[in-house]
């Protein structure tokens, strides 16, 4: 199975539209279309996983700069997700006092 990344979509593009699209090229075997989550609306990408990687080479081939509701989108192989850092933000923003600090008298 080979994982692509599928950008620029317009918002109102639904996973069934993703699905129709990209099984002209090869057996789909998932389409995640992410969304916001306080919102529920698209966040403008997808990721779509293909049942074999001549499928998604197909599919790149196919649609990449492809026009689907008035936008070009922009597909190819889906990199591998990064760790995510940070995890000190939560701590570093607890510890610091809002308003600058300490007021001398």
Known sequence: MEKLYVGNMAYNTTEDDVRGLFAQA???NS??????????MS?????VEMDS????????????????????LAVSFARPREERGGG?????????KRGGGQRRY
């Open 88 to 96: 000190n933000f939560q701590k570093r923003n607890r510890d610091q």
């Open 43 to 47: 966040k403008g990408f997808a990721f």
């Open 26 to 28: 090869g057996s789909v």
């Open 31 to 40: 389409v995640a279309l992410i969304k916001d989550r306080t919102t529920g």
């Open 53 to 72: 990687k001549a499928s998604a080479q197909k599919a790149i081939t196919m649609f990449n700069e492809y026009t689907i509701n008035e936008r070009q």
